[in-house]
């Protein structure tokens, strides 16, 4: 059974970091991790993702100069290191193991995590 928990979100000014957290528990061979975001009435959106085997990234084009995604075996846990935080990266924050760059290939979700910037 995979398990993912989120943590790290929270209030920052616009410039800021922030470094979210995706514990991770459960098999993820030849899964990979990815890191998806959702603001109000909006769509759920891909931000990256990392191979599980290989470690491998992604980014979407969008966000690819300022976020950077890595991982930590021994502690089974993917990181999202966000840089430059602007307004428009406001939004629920999820981890969730799967394929490709598109949600619905992603059958594992954690409960997300919010991430909240102020001009």
């Known amino acids: 059974q995979v398990q993912l928990v989120e943590s790290g979100g929270g209030l920052v000014q616009a410039g800021g970091s922030l470094r979210l957290s995706c514990a991770a528990s459960?098999?993820?061979?030849?899964?990979?991790m990815g890191w998806f975001r959702q603001a109000p009435g909006k769509e759920r959106e891909f931000v990256g993702r990392?191979?599980?085997?290989?470690?491998?990234?992604y980014y979407a084009d969008s966000v690819k100069e300022r976020f950077t995604i890595s991982r930590d075996n021994a502690k089974n846990t993917v990181y999202l290191q966000i840089y430059n935080l602007k307004p428009e990266d406001t939004a629920v924050y999820y981890c969730?193991?799967?394929?490709?760059?598109?949600?619905?290939?992603?059958?594992?979700w954690g409960q997300g995590t919010q991430v909240t910037v102020s001009s």
């Open positions: 969730a193991a799967g394929l490709g760059n598109d949600y619905r290939s992603y059958n594992y």
């Open positions: 459960g098999s993820f061979s030849g899964l990979s």
């Open positions: 990392i191979t599980w085997s290989g470690g491998f990234t």
